[in-house]
Structure formats: C-alpha cells, structure tokens
C-alpha cells in the first residue's frame, strides 16, 4: 500500500472518441487484473477515511481496495456487496468526482485520486464472471409479506434486505421491465442494460416476486394491496418533467428528456417504438437543442450524437462551473462534439406548427440565490437564434400525485408533492406504509436511493418484528 508517490493516477483508457461516437457501447475499457492491483495500493489507508465518509451507503473503500491490491478479489466482492446491493451500478453510474474520489486524501495532496469507481466495478464484474454473485439463501422462511410499489433501485434494494431476513417480497412495476430509470432512463453508453438484467435476475431467483405492468390507483388500489400485505414500501421514484413556461413551449418536437431516453432505450433492448420508428424521437439528421445542465441533460445531448444528429446544442443558463451534472460527464460530452452554450437561457419556441427555432437569451450571474449559487439574470438586448428540428427538455422532475393516482387521497404529501415520512421510521402517516428514495427526498443520484432502500428496510423489518410479536401475545 501507499504507493500513491510512486504510481501515477490512471482510469481505465476510454475508447476512441470517434468509434465510441458511432455506437452504445460503455466508453471505458476494463481495467486489467495488474492495473486494478496498481490503483488500489495507492490508497494511503489514511485514519480517517474521506471517500467513505463521502459515500451515501459508507462503503468500506480502504479495506477492498487493500484486499484487491493482495489479489484477494473474493474478499474484496464480499466485502464490497456487504454495504452495497448494486456496486457494479454504482462502479459505472456514481459521480465519484463528486463523492468519493472528490474526496479521497491523496487527490486532496494533489497526487489524483484513487481511481475507486473503476475498481469497484472490476471487483463486481470479476465477482459474476467467476461465479461469486449468488442468490439470497434464506435461512428460515417468514409467513409476512411486503408489498414494495417502484421497481427502481430504491425498491430493489429494499427487496433485497427484506428477503435476506425471510420476508415474502412482491415488487408491483407500471413498466414492462423492472430497473426503473437504471433500465430506461440511463443510457447503455453509461449502463449497459445486461448489468440491470442479470441483477434482477438474480432478485427473481432469491424468491422476489415482480409484478409488471402494474398501475396502483387502475389494477388496485392502495388500500387494497396494504391488505394483501403486512407492509407497504412506496418507492415510485419521481418522473413528472418540469415544463418551461415560454411561448411556444406547446409546439410539436419539443419533449421531456424521459420520452427521450425511453425510447432509445427500448430501440436499444429490441423494442417496437412508433415515436422513433417515424422519426419523431430520432435524432438523426437534425439540428438538437437540450435545454438542462444535469446528468440527464449530459445523457440526452451524447444520445443524440450516438443517433447521427446534424448538430448538438446544450443551452445552460449558468456557466460551466455552476452546472449541477458529473464534470466529468461534461467532459466526455465535449469530447463527442456536443456544443455547450453556457449563460444562455431559452426565451421563446418559433414555428408553425412544429418547433423551427429558438429564440435565446445570453445570461449574466448576479447575487447567490438559497442554494448558494449565483442567480442567472437575462443580459439586456443579447437575444439570439438557433435553428431546432427536435427540442428536449431536461430541466428536472418533480413527483406525480400519488394520493390520487393510489386512490388513497389520506396519504400525507409536503408542499413538493413528495411523500411526508417520520425521519426516524421512514413510515408514512398510514399505518405500515413506508416511502424511501427519490419519492421522499426529491429527483437525486441512485446511490441515495439504494441507502434509502436499505434503510427502509431496516424500518419494515422492525415494524413487522413488532406487530408479529404483537399478535403472539394477544394468541
């Protein structure tokens, strides 16, 4: 270990841009087995570990990276998948520059971090090639169920832990496939759509039971389901695109990033997609303006040049160092030829009929607003044009209305429409019903949603000890 003097910092070497341009693939190469060995003794195993700290599920980075760095792969994976339930997600999709490797000791020293995100993932994906990754072996069969509504990752993960205690699991999807965003929304380029398969795979061979195409509030309600079960876990995540309230914003060929990605995403898995199939979700040959500067902003504009657009806008009304995506997914889109306008703000849609222009704003930052950041404030007489065959709206999400949707009008929302939940119990104000993940805390990265999932599960399995015991004694 330490060898963070003598040994460089390095990634695993990206494709060339130009080949990685003309398809889905991941753009990251695997890390060789010396390699992997090599970036993980860098780690100076300092006392008071940053990048653990700093990880939403506390994953014990130092000890797996030690036990790569002694060839001890098995027990690196053990350890790894023991606070993690998808570490070959989170090696691929994390922003690790803003999490761990942001702020790993030797990076802070200025000798670049440990490259952790990359060795996560080798560790994971030497763990399936060889065979270590097995289903739950359940020691003793429970009789109580739990209902869990949202395939995503928050309610996989609570799945996961529910069963490994005996609980009955049955997962209820509104998709035809379960993943939730990881299979629709993030592209194959960042997350190949097998690694989410072989991973509910697995789920389904623990004893997990998915219901798909499933629509709380149409084919039960939630009261009907909360019969059928002890418990209840709402992990819907939130999907509801935020709109832009300028004028012709109601043309046609402008849509929410979410329609966007699902329907690459489907091409991708083999699907029928009518929107894409006549061209209207396609990008090829057309002039793409995304409005957004998140990571959902960054998946759509690198979509768009994997589809053979004509060119490549990202409008941000901010500069580059106030945008709230991975830098460094920044920098890959950059580096396949996406155009970043920043301090530019959309301020009208021109067309007759369909989106044909888009009448800008150039931006100048004033005073920080609540969050901090520097308020954008339009530059008086900068408008300019930009041609727009296909307009995508990446601007956020924000929750549906549950309560009517779940015919279930008593369940207690805040002001945001997100799911009100005690803190300590991640119960809401029904009995046994239980919220974690981006329904609770707001449109946020999936590492969070899996710690919430793991944490309401703890909560579940308390409740359900407690009401077993409860009716023992009244026996």
């Known amino acids: 270990m330490l060898?963070?003097?003598?040994?460089?910092?390095?990634?695993?070497?990206?494709?060339?841009?130009?080949?990685?341009?003309?398809?889905?693939n991941e753009i990251y190469n695997e890390f060789i087995n010396t390699?992997?060995?090599?970036?993980?003794?860098?780690?100076?195993?300092?006392?008071?570990?940053?990048?653990?700290?700093?990880?939403?599920?506390?994953?014990?980075?130092?000890?797996?990276l030690k036990l790569t760095a002694e060839g001890r792969l098995e027990e690196a994976y053990e350890l790894s998948?023991?606070?993690?339930?998808?570490?070959?997600?989170?090696?691929?999709?994390?922003?690790?520059?803003?999490?761990?490797?942001?702020?790993?000791?030797?990076?802070?020293?200025?000798?670049?971090?440990?490259?952790?995100?990359?060795?996560?993932?080798?560790?994971?994906?030497?763990?399936?090639?060889?065979?270590?990754?097995?289903?739950?072996k359940v020691k003793k069969e429970l009789k109580q169920s739990v209902g869990i509504i949202g395939a995503g990752p928050a309610g996989l993960a609570c799945a996961e832990e529910l069963r490994k205690s005996g609980f009955q699991v049955t997962i209820y999807d509104r998709y035809d496939r379960p993943g939730g965003l990881l299979i629709y929304g993030i592209p194959n380029f960042k997350l190949?759509?097998?690694?989410?398969?072989?991973?509910?795979?697995?789920?389904?061979?623990?004893?997990?039971?998915?219901?798909?195409?499933?629509?709380?509030?149409?084919?039960?309600?939630?009261?009907q389901l909360k019969k059928e079960h002890d418990s209840i876990l709402i992990s819907t995540g939130v999907y509801k695109?935020?709109?832009?309230?300028?004028?012709?914003?109601?043309?046609?060929?402008?849509?929410?990033?979410?329609?966007?990605?699902?329907?690459?995403?489907?091409?991708?898995?083999?699907?029928?997609?009518?929107?894409?199939d006549n061209g209207t979700l396609n990008a090829e040959g057309k002039n793409i303006v995304v409005i957004g500067g998140g990571d959902t902003a960054m998946d759509c504009v690198r979509t768009a040049v994997r589809q053979k657009a004509k060119s490549v806008k990202c409008l941000y009304r901010r500069d580059r160092e106030n945008m709230p995506g991975s830098a460094r997914e920044v920098g890959n889109a950059i580096e396949e030829g996406v155009e970043f306008l920043w301090l530019s703000s959309p301020k009208k849609f021109l067309g007759k009929e369909k989106v044909e222009e888009v009448i800008v704003d150039k931006m100048i930052l004033g005073e920080p607003d609540s969050s901090g950041r520097k308020t954008p404030v339009i530059r008086?007489?900068?408008?300019?044009?930009?041609?727009?065959?296909?307009?995508?709206?990446?601007?956020?999400?924000?929750?549906?209305?549950?309560?009517?949707?779940?015919?279930?009008?008593?369940?207690?929302?805040?002001?945001?429409?997100?799911?009100?939940?005690?803190?300590?119990?991640?119960?809401?104000?029904?009995?046994?019903?239980?919220?974690?993940?981006?329904?609770?805390?707001?449109?946020?990265?999936?590492?969070?949603?899996?710690?919430?999932?793991r944490d309401a599960a703890a909560q579940i399995e308390k409740y359900l000890k407690a009401k077993a015991e409860k009716s023992f004694k009244a026996a």
């Not at 004028?247 to 929107?275: Q, Y």
């Open 35 to 64: 390699k992997a060995k090599e970036q993980s003794s860098r780690c100076s195993q300092c006392g008071v570990p940053f990048c653990q700290i700093h990880c939403p599920l506390s994953n014990n980075i130092p000890d797996w």
């Open 81 to 136: 998948q023991s606070t993690n339930n998808m570490p070959e997600v989170c090696g691929r999709i994390c922003p690790q520059d803003r999490l761990c490797e942001g702020n790993c000791v030797i990076e802070q020293s200025g000798h670049g971090t440990v490259t952790i995100g990359s060795i996560e993932k080798y560790i994971t994906d030497t763990a399936w090639e060889k065979g270590w990754v097995k289903p739950v």
């Open 192 to 223: 190949e759509k097998f690694v989410v398969e072989r991973r509910t795979k697995l789920l389904k061979e623990s004893g997990i039971k998915f219901v798909q195409n499933f629509e709380v509030g149409k084919d039960k309600s939630l009261y």
């Open 380 to 453: 008086p007489g900068s408008e300019f044009r930009l041609q727009a065959d296909l307009v995508i709206k990446s601007l956020g999400f924000d929750p549906e209305n549950l309560p009517k949707l779940f015919d279930a009008s008593e369940l207690a929302v805040s002001q945001w429409g997100t799911i009100k939940i005690d803190l300590q119990t991640m119960q809401t104000n029904l009995d046994g019903v239980f919220a974690a993940g981006d329904i609770v805390r707001g449109a946020s990265l999936v590492v969070w949603a899996i710690r919430d999932g």
């Open 3 to 24: 060898k963070f003097v003598d040994l460089k910092q390095e990634t695993p070497q990206k494709r060339d841009t130009q080949k990685r341009r003309d398809d889905f």
């Open 241 to 276: 695109a935020r709109e832009i309230e300028v004028t012709g914003h109601n043309l046609r060929n402008i849509f929410p990033a979410m329609e966007f990605l699902t329907a690459s995403n489907r091409k991708g898995l083999g699907d029928k997609v009518e929107l894409f």
